[in-house]
């Protein structure tokens, strides 16, 4: 039996894990079993438990991108197939990542036609960055190399999702309809908000689509792809946190988001993603982003947890080096639980430059 494949894509922090959460609830909501498969240049994922904390069964492929784990991608979707045998396999890709049309659409259509049925390409835009990127303004904090990546993922799209529209007015969405279509015009826009659902039945008909999709291959220099990936700074760590009274999980997930986000601006380095989960031993969760520099953290799924021991991951990609990016985390954590009377453990912490991206395979032309 063939399984529906559905990649969505996005730059860091553009909405692809609230999409898919959306999209998994829909395709159960019309009696479809699915499973999940995340990915990251590291282990210790906020998203893979953003998921199975609620509820879905997921995969993770940690370590790099799907396109150089080509392999690792098939062998997850094979567990989930096995344990629970999906109608949808729903995958989100590192949002540094590009040139997967050509490292992973175009394989599984050819190497594993009978197996999977490939979804059009949706790649969800990031107005927080998208907008300055575009327009050419100072490569929206980033640098242009990192703003090379974030155009290369929408020329490759089948459609351009415009997500958000929720924190924008009706004129400024049409004025960004605008814009992405005149340089990508050869491409659907949607509009749509993967916090109120809005566009989302546009969305889920687009990815029911079938015919000639996934064919956009790319003309990417891979030293400027590389060189982009490589000034963000990567940090995944995990934290135990123990206090000898109940301490408010989401009123402290908030103080380290603040406390990162001044430190980032102090730093100079623009903030691509920072996001925190904590959890409770009864596996109830809160969980924290930010997605710029210059917009204010968000408490995404609030708890009203009180608890006395609370597992923390970090997952910060920020264009400074890892190096005191990692510093950042821990001295930030540690002065806001302090703040709180409770004690931080760090048990785990991965702080890197994506390496080079060496894909597993890549087709120079669409073959299917
Ligand atoms: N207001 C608003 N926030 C959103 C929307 N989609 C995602 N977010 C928030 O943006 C942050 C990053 O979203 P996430 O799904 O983790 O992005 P990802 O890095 O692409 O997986 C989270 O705080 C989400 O709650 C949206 O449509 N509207
Ligand atoms: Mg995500």
Redesign the pocket.
Known sequence: MTVRFVMVG?F????????LVRLARSYQSKGQRIGIVTNDQAHDLV?TNTFRAQGLAVEEVPGACFCCRFDDLVGRVGSLQTSERPDVILA?PV?SCTDLVATVIQPLKDLYGGRFEVAPYAV?FKPSHGIRILKNQAAGGFSPKAAYIFKKQLEEADAIVI??I??LAAPQIDELVRLVSSQYPDTPVLRA????GAGFDALAELLDQKGAFGRKILDIDYDTYAEGEAELGWLNATARLTSDKPFDLDALLTAILTDLADACRALGGEVA?L?LIGMDDASAFAVG?L?SSDTAP?L?LPSGLKPQEAELIVNARVAIDPVVLETEVKRAVATQCAKLGVIAEFRTSQSLRPGRPVPTHRYAAAKQ
């Open positions: 996005g860091l922090g553009a909405g692809k894990t609230t999409t998203d989100e949002g969800l997500n958000r929720d924190e908000s993967a916090t109120t993603h996001k982003n997605i968000k995404s």
